[in-house]
């Protein structure tokens, strides 16, 4: 739908529905061109909401016939709204409507990808299906039957357990699938396809058979083990971790190459992203199979947290997403390295959440408002939301938080629920008084927490003092923050009894230590107790005690991080005043430390203790940002320790060679992803020797963790010829074309290159017969990628801001949550000088001018520009 004037929808209106839906029977009828689905709904009257007219959601449908109760019936249609007047208190009505699937290009509702028809339903595709109140809170037991040529569309699936099949004449045939369970529309899912199948089943706990079956394009049987694996250790992991078992007899995932999202979560038939089913060695990453694990897990998880228990209305989008994701973070934590996992996970916070709770489109994790519900699927809902869930673990234990999820359980089971229900089941089963606490959900903005120290040497006290403020917030209120701290001496021993957990709930408030003999070192927000700014004026020297003494993994890698930061900004200045940055010993010494530790602090750590902050986290924390200067500061700091450290980075690299077959264990991950850090900072040299190395190694690899990391290392060589960079990049086109995922890989490290004439580059590749304009996966890796590749996006000259803006409107009407997707690039444009400003502007204007701009993306604009 376009509109010129987006309507603000409130969550202080939310009114329950008039009518309510207690069964539906559908029947799709899939012909060539266009699809009849017929909508039989037993209805029934709000017992509180008396003489109400009845007003269906609907878009792109044909209307071919209503009745109620068999009997024709007066109706008033729009384009999105159909409206029956004085009906009975209870009735039947059924519709007949005529959809094209086929012209279907946003992939929302019923659509056609190339081996059949899918769904994608959340939050407001059903409307693009049928005539039907299109909301949360309206929850039904669902039965469908599905017609289609046998031929062309073998496999039949929709939620819930097959219960009858059959043919019919002109090689057709028909499927009817029945969901036991209430659930809203959005969770609604059929599918009608040429596509194989891996089967295979899970007995549960309590001992009954569930049937496993993951359905892929034909040719792809051999890259879904991996799933299959993964789905089954996270059924086992949620009945040992929360006491879920797997409620359907059928468990079913279909992975499709045209999908707006990852996954979806639909009743016992997820539709996913192939990119987070496929998987093989040759062809997908470390960090794909441990993303794998994770979808998978987080959609399956979402069985409890979301489908049994759902949202009320779409403000409470949080409440399945935020603590799903949780979930599925102590999964993968659990499954794989967790100390690794958490910081991964602050590393992702702070690229994407931090900068949206800065910038235009900043909302609390229970937005307050909102135009297209499609936009604030965002990192603050998820990712944010997911550490609130994370700091109510903190508050009341692992055990209180396990006795809060069963009482929410055994109190809101099949029904549409709010954040509040959730946090006041957690109260219930602690007995902990979460009211200051709920600040959290209702207010935007990341809290910055400025903590001040000081040793008495005469009362042997140590006083952190902490001051907390947030001015994105409505009001000065403050939060409940639980900053988990512990003090160390000078000589990197952890003081007895310093370990705590700080309650920070007044603006200013101390915290004393006693018995504390000589000046300690505190350490601060430990494993990232809550997403936070947090302040305190450390000296290098005591970050580098904390990287080298800190047990808590999170905080030895943030002193890294610090002490990275430091010298980054630092460098960044000097070069933008013409001035040569210094490297001091300090960092350099740090990491040689860390690289001749690794056997015992473990090769995943030290990768990502060796990985620097990326440009756009380190923008955040400056008000004006200079991106030619911070870049150049940034990779200045990657060749010095290339220098600097050049015997060990090749004596790792070569002793972390492995030789055993391929395996995605943690503990190979770690060995490769330290062993391409290592070659990574040799290419910073740009010798011929570094140049072969890497071309070597992408020769030689028997997996694409390897293979691609030298191809990465190679596509950001800077100097204008380097055959083996073109080398690579032909050779790695060449040999996986046909493999679309693999594709999808070699487009990104092309558009995050940090060479100069990466917006030509991207260009080309548009007309590029491997990128697909229409395919989602292939515009997140071009175009998107490109968006957050800082230095050359945001060029000078404004190059950048226009070719996004172009792609935006060629986009646009055809898909509006991609192309909304692609217009949060400008999220941030107010940080740059003004000449960069200007040329912002210009492009945001230019989108905001264009007659009929689709609501998802005018939102967005408007916001970037009030």
């Given at each position: 739908?376009?509109?010129?004037?987006?309507?603000?929808?409130?969550?202080?209106?939310?009114?329950?529905?008039?009518?309510?839906?207690?069964?539906?029977?559908?029947?799709?009828?899939?012909?060539?061109?266009?699809?009849?689905?017929?909508?039989?709904?037993?209805?029934?009257?709000?017992?509180?909401?008396?003489?109400?007219?009845?007003?269906?959601?609907?878009?792109?449908?044909?209307?071919?016939?209503?009745?109620?109760?068999?009997?024709?019936?007066?109706?008033?249609?729009?384009?999105?709204?159909?409206?029956?007047?004085?009906?009975?208190?209870?009735?039947?009505?059924?519709?007949?409507?005529?959809?094209?699937?086929?012209?279907?290009?946003?992939?929302?509702?019923?659509?056609?990808?190339?081996?059949?028809?899918?769904?994608?339903?959340?939050?407001?595709?059903?409307?693009?299906?049928?005539?039907?109140?299109?909301?949360?809170?309206?929850?039904?037991?669902?039965?469908?039957?599905?017609?289609?040529?046998?031929?062309?569309?073998?496999?039949?699936?929709?939620?819930?357990?097959?219960?009858?099949?059959?043919?019919?004449?002109?090689?057709?045939?028909?499927?009817?699938?029945?969901?036991?369970?209430?659930?809203?529309?959005?969770?609604?899912?059929?599918?009608?396809?040429?596509?194989?199948?891996?089967?295979?089943?899970?007995?549960?706990?309590?001992?009954?058979?569930?049937?496993?079956?993951?359905?892929?394009?034909?040719?792809?049987?051999?890259?879904?083990?991996?799933?299959?694996?993964?789905?089954?250790?996270?059924?086992?992991?949620?009945?040992?971790?929360?006491?879920?078992?797997?409620?359907?007899?059928?468990?079913?995932?279909?992975?499709?190459?045209?999908?707006?999202?990852?996954?979806?979560?639909?009743?016992?038939?997820?539709?996913?992203?192939?990119?987070?089913?496929?998987?093989?060695?040759?062809?997908?990453?470390?960090?794909?199979?441990?993303?794998?694990?994770?979808?998978?897990?987080?959609?399956?998880?979402?069985?409890?947290?979301?489908?049994?228990?759902?949202?009320?209305?779409?403000?409470?989008?949080?409440?399945?997403?935020?603590?799903?994701?949780?979930?599925?973070?102590?999964?993968?934590?659990?499954?794989?390295?967790?100390?690794?996992?958490?910081?991964?996970?602050?590393?992702?916070?702070?690229?994407?959440?931090?900068?949206?709770?800065?910038?235009?489109?900043?909302?609390?994790?229970?937005?307050?408002?909102?135009?297209?519900?499609?936009?604030?699927?965002?990192?603050?809902?998820?990712?944010?939301?997911?550490?609130?869930?994370?700091?109510?673990?903190?508050?009341?234990?692992?055990?209180?938080?396990?006795?809060?999820?069963?009482?929410?359980?055994?109190?809101?089971?099949?029904?549409?629920?709010?954040?509040?229900?959730?946090?006041?089941?957690?109260?219930?089963?602690?007995?902990?008084?979460f009211t200051q606490f709920m600040r959290w959900y209702n207010q935007p903005g990341t809290p910055h927490?400025?903590?001040?120290?000081?040793?008495?040497?005469?009362?042997?006290?140590?006083?952190?003092?902490?001051?907390?403020?947030?001015?994105?917030?409505?009001?000065?209120?403050?939060?409940?923050?639980?900053?988990?701290?512990?003090?160390?001496?000078?000589?990197?021993?952890?003081?007895?009894?310093?370990?705590?957990?700080?309650?920070?709930?007044?603006?200013?408030?101390?915290?004393?230590?006693?018995?504390?003999?000589?000046?300690?070192?505190?350490?601060?927000?430990?494993?990232?107790?809550?997403?936070?700014?947090?302040?305190?004026?450390?000296?290098?020297?005591?970050?580098?005690?904390?990287?080298?003494?800190?047990?808590?993994?999170?905080?030895?890698?943030?002193?890294?991080?610090?002490?990275?930061?430091?010298?980054?900004?630092?460098?960044?200045?000097?070069?933008?005043?013409?001035?040569?940055?210094?490297?001091?010993?300090?960092?350099?010494?740090?990491?040689?430390?860390?690289?001749?530790?690794?056997?015992?602090?473990?090769?995943?750590?030290?990768?990502?203790?060796?990985?620097?902050?990326?440009?756009?986290?380190?923008?955040?924390?400056?008000?004006?940002?200079?991106?030619?200067?911070?870049?150049?500061?940034?990779?200045?700091?990657?060749?010095?320790?290339?220098?600097?450290?050049?015997?060990?980075?090749?004596?790792?690299?070569?002793?972390?060679?492995?030789?055993?077959?391929?395996?995605?264990?943690?503990?190979?991950?770690?060995?490769?992803?330290?062993?391409?850090?290592?070659?990574?900072?040799?290419?910073?040299?740009?010798?011929?020797?570094?140049?072969?190395?890497?071309?070597?190694?992408?020769?030689?690899?028997?997996?694409?963790t390897d293979q691609f990391a030298a191809l990465s290392a190679l596509a950001n060589v800077t100097a204008?010829?380097?055959?083996?960079?073109?080398?690579a990049l032909a050779d790695f086109f060449q040999r996986w074309q046909h493999e679309a995922l693999v594709?999808?890989?070699?487009?990104?490290?092309?558009?995050?290159?940090?060479?100069?004439?990466?917006?030509?580059?991207?260009?080309?590749?548009?007309?590029?017969?491997?990128?697909?304009?229409?395919?989602?996966?292939?515009?997140?890796?071009?175009?998107?990628?490109?968006?957050?590749?800082?230095?050359?996006?945001?060029?000078?000259?404004?190059?950048?801001?226009?070719?996004?803006?172009?792609?935006?409107?060629?986009?646009?009407?055809?898909?509006?949550?991609?192309?909304?997707?692609?217009?949060?690039?400008?999220?941030?444009?107010?940080?740059?000088?003004?000449?960069?400003?200007?040329?912002?502007?210009?492009?945001?204007?230019?989108?905001?001018?264009?007659?009929?701009?689709?609501?998802?993306?005018?939102?967005?604009?408007?916001?970037?520009?009030?």
């Open positions: 739908m376009k509109t010129d004037t987006p309507q603000t929808i409130y969550l202080k209106d939310y009114t329950p529905p008039a009518f309510w839906i207690d069964q539906v029977d559908l029947d799709f009828v899939i012909d060539a061109g266009h699809t009849t689905v017929t909508a039989t709904l037993a209805m029934r009257r709000h017992g509180e909401r008396p003489g109400q007219a009845l007003v269906l959601d609907g878009e792109a449908l044909e209307t071919l016939s209503v009745t109620v109760d068999g009997h024709p019936w007066p109706i008033l249609e729009t384009p999105t709204s159909l409206t029956l007047a004085d009906l009975p208190d209870s009735f039947t009505l059924r519709t007949v409507v005529r959809i094209q699937p086929d012209q279907n290009s946003c992939l929302s509702g019923l659509y056609r990808s190339k081996d059949g028809y899918f769904t994608q339903c959340e939050a407001q595709g059903f409307r693009r299906i049928t005539w039907f109140l299109d909301r949360p809170d309206v929850m039904a037991t669902y039965t469908v039957t599905l017609h289609a040529d046998q031929t062309a569309y073998p496999v039949l699936l929709a939620n819930g357990n097959p219960v009858a099949a059959g043919s019919e004449a002109d090689g057709r045939h028909w499927a009817t699938w029945e969901d036991p369970f209430k659930k809203p529309a959005y969770l609604f899912a059929i599918v009608a396809g040429k596509l194989d199948v891996l089967r295979d089943s899970f007995r549960t706990a309590s001992g009954r058979a569930v049937q496993l079956a993951i359905y892929v394009e034909p040719g792809k049987l051999d890259q879904c083990p991996h799933a299959m694996n993964a789905l089954k250790k996270s059924m086992r992991w949620d009945e040992e971790r929360f006491g879920l078992e797997c409620d359907l007899d059928h468990y079913m995932i279909v992975a499709v190459g045209d999908f707006n999202m990852g996954a979806m979560e639909n009743k016992g038939l997820n539709i996913f992203n192939t990119k987070y089913v496929l998987a093989r060695s040759d062809v997908a990453t470390d960090v794909d199979f441990e993303n794998i694990d994770r979808v998978v897990a987080h959609e399956y998880f979402h069985n409890w947290t979301g489908n049994r228990v759902t949202c009320r209305d779409w403000f409470q989008l949080s409440l399945k997403e935020g603590l799903t994701v949780f979930r599925d973070q102590e999964f993968g934590a659990d499954l794989h390295n967790r100390q690794t996992a958490r910081i991964r996970e602050v590393r992702g916070l702070r690229a994407a959440q931090f900068p949206e709770d800065a910038g235009p489109m900043a909302h609390p994790i229970r937005p307050a408002s909102f135009v297209e519900i499609n936009n604030f699927y965002t990192a603050t809902v998820y990712e944010k939301g997911a550490e609130v869930i994370r700091m109510i673990q903190t508050l009341i234990g692992r055990d209180g938080f396990r006795a809060g999820m069963d009482e929410y359980f055994r109190r809101h089971d099949g029904q549409a629920v709010t954040c509040e229900d959730f946090v006041a089941a957690m109260a219930a089963a602690s007995d902990f008084d927490v400025a903590v001040d120290g000081h040793f008495d040497a005469e009362s042997q006290t140590y006083t952190l003092t902490c001051t907390q403020s947030n001015r994105r917030a409505a009001n000065d209120e403050p939060y409940l923050i639980p900053i988990r701290v512990a003090l160390f001496s000078a000589a990197g021993e952890l003081l007895a009894g310093s370990e705590r957990i700080l309650h920070l709930t007044a603006t200013s408030q101390s915290f004393v230590f006693r018995d504390v003999t000589a000046e300690p070192v505190p350490s601060l927000l430990r494993d990232f107790s809550a997403p936070v700014y947090l302040d305190f004026d450390y000296t290098p020297e005591q970050l580098a005690l904390l990287l080298a003494h800190e047990p808590d993994p999170f905080n030895a890698w943030e002193a890294g991080q610090r002490l990275a930061t430091t010298l980054i900004l630092d460098a960044a200045q000097a070069i933008a005043a013409g001035q040569p940055p210094v490297w001091p010993d300090t960092f350099s010494a740090a990491c040689r430390r860390l690289l001749q530790t690794q056997a015992q602090r473990g090769a995943a750590f030290v990768a990502e203790a060796l990985t620097l902050p990326g440009e756009g986290t380190l923008a955040e924390l400056l008000d004006l940002v200079d991106p030619d200067a911070l870049h150049a500061a940034r990779n200045g700091l990657r060749q010095h320790l290339a220098e600097e450290l050049e015997g060990e980075f090749s004596g790792l690299y070569a002793a972390l060679a492995v030789a055993e077959p391929y395996a995605p264990t943690s503990e190979q991950a770690g060995r490769r992803a330290l062993r391409n850090t290592c070659l990574g900072y040799l290419l910073e040299l740009d010798t011929d020797a570094s140049r072969q190395l890497a071309l070597a190694q992408f020769k030689s690899a028997d997996n694409m204008a010829n380097c055959p083996q960079r073109d080398q594709v999808d890989k070699w487009l990104a490290v092309q558009s995050t290159s940090r060479r100069p004439d990466t917006l030509a580059t991207v260009k080309a590749l548009t007309a590029h017969p491997a990128f697909d304009a229409t395919n989602p996966n292939k515009i997140y890796a071009l175009i998107r990628n490109f968006g957050a590749n800082l230095a050359r996006f945001n060029a000078a000259d404004g190059s950048g801001y226009a070719f996004m803006a172009e792609r935006i409107l060629e986009l646009h009407d055809k898909n509006p949550q991609v192309a909304s997707r692609l217009t949060r690039c400008f999220d941030r444009w107010r940080k740059f000088d003004a000449g960069r400003q200007q040329h912002a502007r210009n492009a945001l204007e230019r989108l905001r001018s264009h007659p009929g701009l689709s609501r998802d993306v005018l939102e967005v604009v408007c916001r970037a520009m009030d």
